[in-house]
């Protein structure tokens, strides 16, 4: 009998374009949904009374990277620097969506804005610019560099034993590429790190105690993903997800009688 394709939710920015508001997702996300062998779908703002119904139609969540940066009033900072891009309207939804589907057990996969998204909306905070923060690097990406070379292998990320993404990659330590200028500073109760950089930073988190699986990652590994072995270890692990939740969730489609 014939299953239902499974369904990633991708989570969209707001950026204007003229006069004229467009809601936007970059395509190497889309492009690392197909590569875990789901179907993206792209999700434009919905209200917090809305979530469970589009949670209902989703078997995974990825929550993207962008340009702009989660509210800081959301962990009870003022802005730190106005001249960088914020994004106030996905905030209102991607906060309450991460919660929900955590609650529910839906597959999720949080990367750079995603990952900070989903600690801030479980109670934690974010360093508003790692660069500045004692002890800390600088993990932004070289300015005026092409794509390739800011996405390009950046720093170490040594991987917690015994947790999720040692289990997916079976690898104690591997390079990842950097393109942040915020990150996590205090994570959030129940939240269990997964890597960190050699700063000490956390590069991997995840919620144990959740029913369903969960990761968040600070670095790009939709960037080229299909090159990337360690990449190809996470879209799998996802994609392993979506499928069971959706083959426990909804199950095949209706047989249809022949004509």
Same mark, same amino acid.
Request: charge should be negative.
């Given at each position: 009998?014939?299953?239902?394709?499974?369904?990633?939710?991708?989570?969209?920015?707001?950026?204007?374009?003229?006069?004229?508001?467009?809601?936007?997702?970059?395509?190497?996300?889309?492009?690392?949904?197909?590569?875990?062998?789901?179907?993206?779908?792209?999700?434009?703002?919905?209200?917090?009374?809305?979530?469970?119904?589009?949670?209902?139609?989703?078997?995974?969540?990825?929550? /993207? #990277?962008? @340009?702009?940066?989660?509210?800081? %009033?959301?962990? *009870?900072?003022? !802005?730190? =620097?106005?001249?960088?891009? $914020?994004?106030?309207?996905?905030?209102?939804?991607?906060?309450?969506?991460?919660?929900?589907?955590?609650?529910?057990?839906?597959?999720?996969?949080?990367?750079?804005?995603?990952?900070?998204?989903?600690?801030?909306?479980?109670?934690?905070?974010?360093?508003?610019?790692?660069?500045?923060?004692?002890?800390?690097?600088?993990?932004?990406?070289?300015?005026?560099?092409?794509?390739?070379?800011?996405?390009?292998?950046?720093?170490?990320?040594?991987?917690?034993?015994?947790?999720?993404?040692?289990?997916? /990659? #079976?690898? @104690?330590?591997?390079?990842?590429? %950097?393109?942040? *200028?915020?990150? !996590?500073? =205090?994570?959030?109760?129940? $939240?269990?790190?997964?890597?960190?950089?050699?700063?000490?930073?956390?590069?991997?988190?995840?919620?144990?105690?959740?029913?369903?699986?969960?990761?968040?990652?600070?670095?790009?590994?939709?960037?080229?993903?299909?090159?990337?072995?360690?990449?190809?270890?996470?879209?799998?692990?996802?994609?392993?997800?979506?499928?069971?939740?959706?083959?426990?969730?909804?199950?095949?489609?209706?047989?249809?009688?022949?004509?």
């Amino acid at each position: 009998m014939t299953q239902r394709p499974p369904i990633v939710l991708v989570t969209s920015c707001n950026r204007p374009s003229g006069e004229h508001p467009f809601h936007v997702a970059g395509r190497k996300y889309v492009d690392a949904v197909r590569l875990a062998g789901a179907l993206p779908l792209i999700a434009p703002p919905f209200g917090a009374d809305e979530v469970d119904a589009l949670l209902d139609t989703a078997d995974g969540v990825l929550l /993207t #990277g962008s @340009q702009s940066n989660v509210h800081p %009033s959301h962990f *009870g900072e003022a !802005v730190l =620097d106005p001249s960088l891009p $914020l994004d106030p309207e996905r905030d209102a939804w991607t906060l309450p969506l991460i919660r929900r589907a955590l609650e529910r057990g839906v597959p999720l996969f949080g990367i750079c804005r995603g990952a900070q998204e989903a600690n801030v909306a479980l109670g934690g905070t974010l360093y508003q610019a790692v660069h500045e923060a004692a002890g800390r690097q600088d993990h932004r990406a070289p300015a005026g560099q092409p794509a390739a070379v800011q996405y390009d292998l950046a720093h170490r990320v040594d991987v917690a034993a015994g947790g999720l993404l040692a289990a997916i /990659t #079976g690898r @104690q330590h591997f390079e990842v590429n %950097s393109v942040h *200028g915020q990150g !996590v500073r =205090d994570l959030a109760p129940g $939240l269990c790190i997964e890597a960190v950089a050699p700063d000490g930073l956390v590069e991997a988190f995840s919620r144990p105690d959740a029913p369903g699986f969960n990761l968040c990652v600070q670095w790009h590994p939709e960037w080229r993903a299909a090159d990337n072995p360690v990449s190809v270890q996470l879209f799998n692990a996802f994609g392993v997800a979506v499928r069971a939740y959706r083959d426990r969730v909804r199950g095949p489609l209706p047989r249809v009688p022949a004509a």
